[in-house]
């Protein structure tokens, strides 16, 4: 059992609907932001950064933001601006503090 590592979690979605493919040449796909993130136990500790990607409708090809087209970034951008790193992924790191204050307050009470 895999007790801590990293995951990540699609945060947002934009469609680009005359977005060429490089490799099929079809037209649509998407850019997506994800949340990088690591966990103990499933419990989301620390966030860490946001990962950018795009996929085509037609060959499912995934492409990474350093090779993105300039339409891309700029959608990216935009999704970057929109998402904030979201506040459940630092539950675990919360729930830590929590524990630690809780055995100060104990300690000196
Ligand atoms: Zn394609």
Redesign the pocket.
Known sequence: MILFGRKDKLLATREIPDEE?E????KG?VVSIFQIYYHIARIPLIPLSRKTASQ??????VKLKKNFSNQQKMVGELLRKETKTPLWTMMGAGLILTLLFIRFLIRFS
Request: proline share 0%; with cysteine; charged share 25%.
């Open positions: 493919c490799s099929c040449g079809e796909g085509c409708y037609s060959c499912r090809k």
